[in-house]
């Protein structure tokens, strides 16, 4: 008998975890493995038959308690117990032929890891596709750089420098369903057996997507783990990179971002208060997403390369639920996307008060005017010290010795017109639509990829 | 003039991490961005020429002084300003033209990391190429399962594990890598520039794979730091976990690994004591560059997804020093790998004394006799309690109903042996030469192409 | 109407974490907050009255819904919508006079948080417990240093070690505790207010030991969440070290450290196996607990120094969750540290056939036969080499030119021995009774001492 | 002879970091050892006389070389053999009676660490009272909520605000000092020794605060690593926050805050930058430190409570050169808040043109005219909604059927005023000098204990 503190914090809450998360997919697998058991003819005659009608009978009329039984030390041997019952101990027994709970568990685990990774997927997917609309989008907006507003440009150019972010970490995270993909039933304990298995014909049965070949490493590693993980985190920390550089925006004082009143909270003293808080909370369940996704990682620090229980259901019932927080974060990010409001005579205003497009004047002074550089940078930051003052302007470039300034005072408007900074950014991957278009082509050609990945299930 | 400690302690340490580390990738990216102004017409007749010129000058005589001069912000705007000296002022100005220090710089780090990468990679992969040699190695050996001795396998089997686990790293720093190796040239400060330039022609004349298309992402992105670090932190957690295993293995009380004289210190106050500390060492230095790499990606929590310092020196020279320390780490490993021992006897006899066979017994008492796994098992949990009595084997099995064990006493013996329970494992990735045939050749062509990849300098 | 996203994803989960952790503090907050406005003479006549009602109506009668209400934003604004339906909403909104949400919430919070981490100090000290009654068992014990068997000890002399630095923790728990202890009720949203509040008065009632001063400060800081959590971190971390220390001691080639049945399993394929795997629950749920538990102060990186939703319901509630994960980890130990058994055999057998007491031999020489340290350690190094070979040491002695060396074998055999080895340790701090008996006193009274501020509830 | 590369990336960087950094302090433990050995009695006749005057000779004039010698362990080895040179072999040995390096190092790492924590206390310090300062500071500021502006306050009651949460980190700063400051001599390689020390005299010769008791713990603890490393990474994530709040401040949009040209950067390409990027590098420089002092806590995970090399050099240098990096950005916070400077006009307007001071408005009308907070609340919502239309107010006021609302247009602007918005809130902890008085005296009082303690060298 176990110690019953042992029962109720260890051998319990995983009876728990099984019910909850492993049950559906222990089935696959015992069927799998039974059925491939049979094709290599290990089993005497008839017992394939009896055991898969037996795990049909359970399958759809075993419902296991609510606490884990006396003397049981896991849902497995308490579904074997079951299959006993039915078909007798002995003939019961052969369904545990060549396996081991190591390779069983960790195949289940890896089902069902993948099958929330691929829901996981659909989720951020989802959200690049929201993000694919608004790179669409061509409101002025006002960009920063070193919390400083820097440069004009549109929101579509801004959103799709973060899709783009985005699809680099939904890339990482379909290279870690790889790493989860594979079948590791065979192995054994660690070492496979002595009785004449078909790895590959069991990873087939299961839809898996290949085999984690060495049996040692099969059991021992915790890449399935934290390859995913880590690739969550990472986007973790990209989402709160977006909503720190929305925060400000969305600010009373600046306001270029708005957000429908159905995502904004009042506060119960200031009547002023209108607190974009879904911000704070995308950053909070994606911060508290990525510190869990961390901590799996972590655990296998100095851990020694065998097989542990940091394996087991409880490390993995914990990825699922970050995942899940993190889920939360990206549904939460996505309808603030769908519902980014952009006040475009702020940004004007905001340009044209702390001289943001002056950059391009002084550009067009280099192309137009022939003058170097460093020459109309200079002309240009008199021209802002003095309060943007085109006389200042005109009798700084005089004295370049260049003769004079032979430009309007409307080509000065109009060269410094937050409209104007934009259309002439036709670089390859700059704001005006010349320069957006092959960074949306790019994009639709990486998100038609994912999107068609996914539905296959995550294979190449 | 700048406040005396901004000075100590911001700009003086920049000025010499970039003499240090990025002074010829900078020379290269103002001769590839010269030379695209001057494909592109940007420049006035003659201009390119004089400051090419110029640039060869400064490259080969100019020398930063030790500390950074006063009212200079950084190397740049130093080395601008010897231009300025070389060629004057107004020509020296068109070498910025239609450039940021904000695409400069980051395709500057880029270019060095990509270099420092591809040197550790080197590094991994000789490790690699160690690894594989040992995967050969068919001495004997004992693995566990939680800190237990659970079965016998060998060498090779054990170093192929891990070598499989280390090339999953592999291809996550290939993935960061590529990431790397992208231009940012064209994006100036964050909107490209009214200038016609051609980002892709930059981008081949400083040998980079390609570009970070939309010019916002370009400057903000902090993927190319994080993305080598995150897998280069998961490189070195998975060192920690092979030294872990190792440990106890080398500890006098197990004793089935041992290390040379070479690689072992000894007490200054216990006259028996053989300490294997190259296993400590390879864990702490793996253990620092693994908080350093995690800090580098913790930097971006919480920030503004735009143009910060974060992706500048301070935090890539981090990531160099984090890089060496783990080099460091790696070719300790390497040695100890080169290095190691196997006491086979001492692994058969903890196999004989614990019983770490009897599973073979049991499987082949279900191969042979045609009993069920179940019954097996028990009867050989019989044997085991009662000391490995053969008699309470030959009752136990007596009483399953099967009839009496027909089987000899040496039948039994060599049932349990060591080599027999490796012989008999030649399913796919188990220890017999038959199981670890496919995995060989998987690794050698995993391998084989990680090398490829590096004599391409990283491309796919 | 908010988005219903936000109301799934944000406002219900808060909703449901107020009911299950903050509805009864909300109560004694509200108690307190009224009792204070009264006396201080800031409310009409009779509200009070009416209002301490109406709580109590509500206290013992309002059954929140299972799902929040369309339009409710939290508890208490469903709470107050509640008192108005009693009181009428006039009377009802005197109870949320000179408050916020902002300090009502934090010090709701700091009032739960405080409870739990009495109640985990009460599991810690649980185990300290356990520890110092296992502080004076005398059995033999080996302890290592680098992994290899290093000195005799006792095994009170190596829990004692364990229990000191456990204490560390507890003293750093009580720290923080004394930062949650603290009342931030008047600071009202950031600034206090107008109104003439007491808000000693209010910590008093609530039994809080002190008052966040700065009103600012009470709402912005994160240290009752952080200092709590980075000393439960620690600890967490301290549990990983004593069973990474006890694993080899416990594996079934070292042997000296056993564990009942109870407390293990077998495996479902290796008959031989018997897995203290509880160490490895400890590890991690202890890893788990660290992992989430660093997360909450992670949160707290490049965020804004002011009122945020860090500091609200949903990071509180993963710190009571990783709480819960440690308790489970401390009480799995507890178990673990009662339920443990030496092999003073096994200790006995390895220190001779490893040389483990042979420092005793060299120091014994120098003591009584007047050589120097080095020596000592010269002779006694050959006399391990050679295998433990008596006429070794007799030769390496007179060779060292002192005369022979004027011990019988007994002499020798005695100074190897365990008992000795251990006997002779008297100084302050060693395994001997002499060497134990300060250290002891120390831990009682630290152990007095927490026991009391335990029971006071956390005060110094 | 060792192997070259364990040379080259073990002994010799340690050897490098042992000249470096404890060359001093391992003079200062000889002589306190042997002034112990002597008094016990415990050396030869003219021993400790000869030896005292080789290590002063040695102090003085004894270089080691740049590279570790051949076949030399480490620098105290080589100390050794240079004694011996002076002394003889032999007397050179009795040093190191009753002593392993195991007592000796970590004695020796903390005496230096305890340099390095004072020195970093004082800088601490020095910031805590440049925040001192700035809290007599009464220029009317604005502070913020969930990043939008909440309430107007004072310069004072902000920094005073962030100096408490400094002072707290403070506390657990010289926590953490308490358990660097104890010696571990005596305790020998873990269980002390047979010799007859008196371990209390060293560590009152070495000036150290006490001794770890427990000499299994003396060597096995990494507390004296963890706490002070803990503490002093809680104080970056702290510096972090007020960063990233008065990064939005010092915006050009925002601008109540300001820094002088000697701390502002500009842009190579955008005219109107100034961006104060001070505040980036005291984030990164905080960013990077905490991740290092994460990391050497982070060593600790999963490793075996008892001696081992993260307790050495390497370890502790890494925690030197954290404590040097978070230095550099407490220097640059305090010259940045020295710096600071606040453009009340601006903070006047926001909170005017954002109705930020309606919050007073609403409760003026709860004080002077009887209603309630809800109603006074609804009411100066639709004035705010009517954009400060003060016949709003006073038609929602009538509606409210408690009569007209008899106060003077003066009296509403009056009541909306930035100055008075600060002079009523006089409450404990409010930004009214009647409320900074009671923060200011509390902080002044931990100031000088925390000062005075500095002073002596940090015992209570």
Redesign the interface.
Known sequence: ???P??VD??LDPGFTNWKRHFADASLRVHRAHLTMLEEQKLL?QGVAARLHGAIDTLASSFVPPAKIPDGI?DL??LFERELGALVG??????L???????DMDTTIFRLVLKERLLAFLGRVLNLATVLRRGSDRTELFL???????????TLG??L???L??LL?DV??LF?GLE?VDRSTL????????????N??RVAELLGLGG?????????????WL??PA?AAR?LA??L???V??M??K?????GILRF?D??V?????????????????V???A??A???L?????????????????V?D??VT?LFEALETLT?AV??LT?TIE?LEVDENKVRS?ARD???T???L???L??EK??????A?GV??A??KAGNDKAALRSGFAALGHGPLDRSDAWIDDTLSAER??A????????APE?MA??LE?LDGQLGQFRRRLERGGGR
């Not at 085999?211 to 890449?223: D, E």
């Not at 909270?265 to 909370?281: G, T």
């Not at 655990?299 to 097989?307: E, I, K, S, V, Y």
């Not at 022939?370 to 020459?375: A, D, H, L, T, V």
């Open positions: 008998m176990f110690h503190l042992y914090r260890v005497p030390e497995y041997f101990v002995e003939t019961a027994g052969y545990h032929l060549a396996r081991s709970r190591n960009l920063a750089t070193h919390g400083q507003p820097a440069n004009v440009s150019h801004y799709s420098a973060f783009a972010e680099e890339e990482d290279a790493t065979g192995a054994c304990a660690i070492t496979t057996t002595g009785f004449n298995l790895r590959q085999l984690v070949a060495n049996s040692y490493q099969a059991i021992a590693t915790g890449h934290t390859r880590t990472q920390l990209d709160t990179r977006l720190a550089d925060g400000p969305a600010s009373a004082e600046v429908p159905a995502l909270q009042s506060s119960s003293i200031m009547p002023q208060k209108r607190n974009p808080v879904i911000l704070e909370h950053r909070i369940q911060g508290l990525a510190g869990t961390g901590s799996v990682a972590d655990l296998f620090r100095n851990l020694a390369f065998q097989d542990v229980n940091e087991a409880a490390p914990v939360s549904d939460l309808v519902a905001i702390l001289g943001v002056t950059t391009e002084a550009d067009s280099v192309r022939g003058i170097s550089f460093r020459e940078h240009v930051h021209f802002v900074f934009v002439v950014r036709k670089v390859y991957g700059g704001p320069g092959p960074v790019l």
